[in-house]
Each structure stands twice: as C-alpha cells, then as structure tokens.
C-alpha cells in the first residue's frame, strides 16, 4: 500500500508557534473492504463509504517538521466520537441479524 505525504500548518505545543506539520496519508485498502463487505452482507459498505469520504483524513498523525513532536488536528476527537457511534451501530446491527437468524438465543 502506498503512502503520500501531506503538509498542514499546525500550532506546535512544543514549539509554542505554528509550524509546518507532515502526515503520511495511507491508500484506503479497497480489498480489505471489499472483504469486510462480503463477509458482513453489505452492512460494511457504510464505514467503507465513510472512509472513502475522507473523514479519515483528519485522523492522520502530524508531525512538527521543527521538532518533530506529534501534533494534533481538530478533526481527531470528532473522527474519534464518529467511529465510536459507528462502531456500536454496527455491534447492535450484528447481534439483531444475529437474533433473527437464530444464531443466538435469548
Ligand atoms: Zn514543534
């Protein structure tokens, strides 16, 4: 998989200034989804679909170019309660097909 560096202006905490901060962006496996897909009859596609959006994007880790401290986005803590709700939708999804295959029993 490939990766692409990306450059954002970011106020470093240990620098006390805004300074240029670098992130590697990874490619979306696109195989790894069509799989997950598969195996969860298609309820997957709305996280692959989410992440092809771009939200990820905000998730990457960026870097002071200065002093090489990590530096944080806005976006994290929003993309971290987003896929939190996602992840417990999708839990609840599972285990309601799961009761109505009779996979398990109440
Ligand atoms: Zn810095």
Known sequence: MGY??????LYCKNCQKNVKATAEEKDINHILHLILSVLTVGIWLIVWIFISLGINKQDNEFNCVE??????????????????????????????????????GL
């Open 4 to 9: 692409k560096t990306i450059t954002k202006n």
């Open 67 to 104: 002093c090489g401290n990590k530096v944080l986005t806005k976006g994290q803590k929003v993309k971290n309660i987003i896929l939190l709700i996602f992840a417990l939708a999708f839990i609840g999804i599972l285990i309601f097909l799961a009761l109505k295959m009779g996979v398990i």
